[in-house]
């Protein structure tokens, strides 16, 4: 199964993807079975503007070489739904992959996603504790800044601002369901991601 990636940096890409082959485990179908294709964005305002330029790249594709597309976006404070709505205007009626399309949109930012299950955060980084959930901010950096402190704090490496911890960190959440409950955007794309998984399983 081949799935193409439009991925803002590597934090997204780790956890993300990450969370996708453990989903497609829950749903049976092995790790090993998913062929990876990642196309990496800068984010920030340009984000918008380089979608409109994958979306025309991904127009030279095959579609029977693509199963589906993983589109994520930091929310941005804007939030899931018109996230969505703002990246959708960038998709013309009639381009192949319209209709195979999974957004995730961490709210506001994929840092947050990192340390919703502190168990899984303390755990997947070797942590003695994981930082107290923080409350909802949008300022930029918040949740990042709030990663380094606890890296630093415990004398962990990281040179990807603990991108690198992302698989261990998925791998250690107990309950994808009452993970994602936390954040909406998150369980939409959980239930999205089982849906098409199971689609595909059906033929």
């Keep these: 199964m081949r799935i193409l990636y ?8 780790g956890f993300i993807k990450a969370l996708v082959e453990r989903i497609a485990k829950e749903e049976s179908i092995p790790a090993e079975s998913l062929i990876a294709d990642i196309r ?7 984000i918008i503007k380089e979608f409109k330029k ?24 804007k939030g899931y739904r018109d996230r969505v709505k703002e990246l959708e205007k960038s998709i013309r009626p009639n381009h192949p992959f319209k209709d195979r399309v999974v957004y995730a ?9 990192y340390i919703m299950d502190q168990r899984a955060f303390k755990e997947g980084v070797g942590l003695n504790r994981a930082p107290d959930m923080p409350q909802y901010k949008c300022k930029k950096a918040y949740y990042k800044q709030i990663l380094n402190q606890a890296l630093k704090e415990s004398n962990v490496s990281s ?20 993970f994602s409950r936390q954040n909406s955007g998150c ?17």
């Design 6 to 13: 439009f991925l803002e940096d590597r934090a997204q890409e």
């Design 159 to 178: 040179l990807l601002t603990g991108a690198e911890y992302a698989e261990r960190i998925v791998e250690n959440i107990q309950d994808l369901e009452s």
């Design 40 to 46: 990496s964005a800068r984010g920030g305002y340009r």
């Design 54 to 77: 994958f979306l025309k790249d991904t127009i030279k594709i095959e579609p029977s070489e693509i199963d589906f597309l993983v589109i994520a976006v930091d929310g941005n404070c």
């Design 105 to 113: 949109v961490p709210d506001p930012h994929i840092e947050r996603w």
């Design 187 to 203: 369980q939409t794309f959980i239930e999205d991601l089982k849906r098409i998984f199971k689609s595909k399983m059906r033929g």
